[in-house]
């Protein structure tokens, strides 16, 4: 891969935006035609997510904010 911050590698290669990509991304994931193209790294791009939003959501809980 090369070095640098990911969204700016993202418009690099891709020519768009982060938000773009990763709606773009959501959209391929969910097409049912990608899932049979290349199962195992359709299921491996949802687990990433998933682990990432769990985890995420954890560290939220774990340190609420206080008002």
């Given at each position: 891969m090369f070095p640098g911050p990911k969204s700016a590698q993202i418009r690099a290669?891709?020519?768009?935006?982060?938000p773009r990509y990763y709606?773009?991304?959501g959209e391929?994931?969910?097409?049912?035609e990608s899932q049979r193209y290349d199962p195992m790294t359709?299921?491996?791009?949802?687990?990433?997510r998933r682990q990432r939003r769990t985890?995420?959501?954890e560290?939220?809980?774990?340190?609420p904010s206080v008002k």
């Open positions: 290669r891709l020519g768009m935006s982060s709606r773009r991304l391929i994931i969910s097409d049912p359709v299921k491996r791009v949802i687990r990433s985890a995420r959501y560290v939220k809980s774990a340190h």
